[in-house]
């Protein structure tokens, strides 16, 4: 019985001493999430093999795992740049961008964890001075929105590429202008408008006064035709053939024939 305490004592220290070490050795990486291995006796960062996926690890305790999200993220920035007139243009962008996950380690080991601020956010504000310089406070107002962040979606995936950054999409959220340089732009905006409009109206009047020629110069040239095909021989027999329908009529009258000055039948009612 007094040897009892002598034996269990180590094996409780031993027991203790293995959850030490397990808690020490185990790593669990979240849904979205891989880590990278940093062996300590080993050479360093690993860069050969895929990272460490979703799940529970049992990794040395004396090595390290760094872990980063591997989901699609958002960065969000406001910058200052120079249209190609030299005015000051503020826009307001953000980047959806994911690390590239078969390159994490070389990610960790170039760039480490900081690389959103050591390489995108300079790529997005390079790109985007390079592509508003080249259009007019006019254009980066109205027409150009969407070449602008097609433009420096572009120029901003040709520098992160080879940095192991994936980019998916930039968006152009607002472009400020100086309130003078908006309210001059608006003010031509709305004057072209109005010329357009008026444009509009102005060929419409046209087309219809146009319209309204025609139809007179059609109606005065069927009168002309008839007119020169209108016989005295003719206006007889039509006026013949009326005198002939009016005498088949049940209502009483009386025909004298050839008693108009025209030499037409000339036609009496009762009345």
């Given amino acids: 019985m007094d040897r009892l305490p002598k034996i269990a004592l180590p094996v409780i220290a ?24 940093y062996k300590v006796f080993g050479g360093g960062v690993v860069t050969d093999g895929p ?10 305790p004396w090595n390290k795992v760094y872990i980063y999200e591997v989901r699609q993220q958002e960065v969000f920035e406001k910058m200052k740049v120079l249209s190609s007139n030299g005015l000051d243009i503020q826009l307001d962008a953000s980047a959806w961008f994911q690390p590239k996950y078969e390159f994490l380690g070389k990610l960790h080991q170039e760039k480490s964890e900081q ?29 150009k929105r969407d070449a602008i962040q097609k ?45 357009l409009e008026y444009e509009f109206r102005l060929v419409t009047a046209q087309k219809e006064a146009e319209k309204v020629r025609i139809e007179a110069q059609g109606k005065a040239d069927a009168n002309r035709i008839l007119s020169a095909s209108l016989t005295d021989k003719i206006l007889q027999d039509k006026g013949i053939e009326a005198t002939l329908m009016l005498a088949q009529s049940p209502n009483a009258k009386v025909v004298v024939v050839g008693s108009g000055d025209d030499g037409l039948p000339l036609i009496l009612g009762n009345n």
Avoid at 51 to 60: I, M, T
Avoid at 118 to 142: D, F, H, M
């Fill in 14 to 37: 031993g027991i203790i001493f293995l959850i030490i070490l397990i808690s020490k050795s185990a790593v669990t990486i979240g849904s979205g999430e891989a880590g990278v291995l």
């Fill in 151 to 195: 433009e420096i979606f572009e120029e901003t995936k040709a520098i992160v590429d080879g940095q192991y950054i994936q980019l998916n999409e930039i968006l152009v959220r607002d472009v400020t202008l100086p309130n003078t340089i908006k309210e001059a732009i608006e003010r031509k905006l709305k004057q072209e408008q109005e010329s």
């Fill in 51 to 60: 990272p460490l996926g979703e799940g529970f690890h049992l990794v040395a």
């Fill in 115 to 143: 690389y959103k601020d050591r390489v995108l956010l300079p790529a997005i504000r390079s790109a985007a001075r390079s592509v508003v310089g080249r259009y007019t406070p006019e254009q980066l107002y109205s027409s």
